[in-house]
């Protein structure tokens, strides 16, 4: 998953937990392994041969899940979520701390666009050689849920699950306490700048600080915008809490693409508690519920 993953459980039957852990954790890997666009074997390296090919390529009920929650993000965002932008994710690697030339972003744009894709479920066609899907977006958080649920499965209704600060929560502590969560103060990560308390669902926090890289003074954001092939400028950070990680995860993200204003507005119109952090380290919006 490319981040810290921690997983709590509170039971009395420590073989249990060790059952229950195991599964979690075999359930991450196993997505991980599936939709990894840094893979060879995977799922999307498969995807990327055939739009080389010029074939489609039938995908199981999972998958075709995430395809049409991504269309719908795709539609929310207004083309800024696009999960046919892995040319654009690979171009803009923050490891190489290299700002790539126009020419370059705009030779990765003319290979992304959900435009560009045939999608009838089950039946998926990338339009364009060296087109690439990219599902970081959606599958880390509902790797997160389904790591939780399995869990719940193993008869362990008590802890929380953490992918790089997404949190699915599995239940609430054993005496119905809730969980303690922190949000990250952006530009000092030491210290949290808000505290959320958890009883069920998700928690998803989305930003320009964890995976980032700074040129000339300047911060580059992992979040690309396909609809300008550039790093999103926006909020420093947002969080939102739901009923799922899956969809606390895509709300948070949207917010950082839609900017500031936009993001704000729509935000508020989802009803979901939120928090929005700028650079100079303002909250905005609440996270109770």
């Known amino acids: 998953m490319g981040c810290p993953c921690e997983l709590q459980l509170e039971t009395a039957d420590a073989e249990s937990a060790s059952a229950a852990g195991a599964l979690a954790q075999g359930e991450v890997d196993r997505l991980d392994r599936k939709y990894s666009h840094y893979r060879d074997d995977s799922l999307v390296a498969r995807f990327g041969a055939s739009a080389d090919a010029g074939t489609s390529i039938d995908v199981d009920d999972e998958t075709a899940d995430l395809l049409d ?18 040319a654009l994710t690979k171009l803009w690697d923050l490891q190489g701390k290299r700002v790539p030339s126009d020419a ?6 003319a290979r992304c666009g959900w435009h560009r894709v045939l999608w009838q479920r089950p039946r998926l066609q990338l339009g364009v050689p060296g087109m690439r899907l990219d599902l970081g977006g959606v599958v880390k958080e509902y790797a997160a849920d389904r790591a939780a649920q399995c869990c719940r499965d193993a008869g362990v209704g008590h802890g929380v699950v953490d992918l790089g600060g997404d949190v ?3 239940g609430a502590h054993n005496d119905g306490t809730p969980w303690l969560a922190g949000i990250k103060a952006p530009r000092d990560t030491s210290r ?9 669902g998700g928690l998803a926090t989305s930003g320009d600080y964890e995976r980032v890289m700074i040129v000339d003074g300047r911060r580059y954001s992992h979040i690309i915008d396909a609809y300008s092939g550039h790093p999103v400028e926006s909020f420093a950070s947002v969080s939102v809490l ?6 606390a995860g895509a709300a948070s993200t949207l917010g950082m693409l839609l900017g500031p204003n936009a993001g704000y507005v729509w935000l508020q119109g989802l009803g979901l508690p939120f928090l ?14």
Do not use: N
Not at 104 to 109: D, H, P, V
Not at 192 to 200: E, G, M, N, Y
Not at 242 to 247: D, S
């Open 192 to 200: 949290a700048l808000a505290k959320i308390q958890l009883h069920s």
């Open 69 to 86: 929650f991504s269309t719908t993000l795709h539609a929310q965002s207004g083309g800024r979520f696009d999960i046919t932008a892995g």
């Open 168 to 170: 699915a929560v599995i």
């Open 104 to 109: 370059e972003i705009s030779f990765a744009l």
């Open 242 to 247: 739901a009923e799922t990680c899956l969809v």
């Open 276 to 289: 929005c952090i700028d650079g100079e380290g303002k909250a905005s919006g609440t996270l109770t519920r």
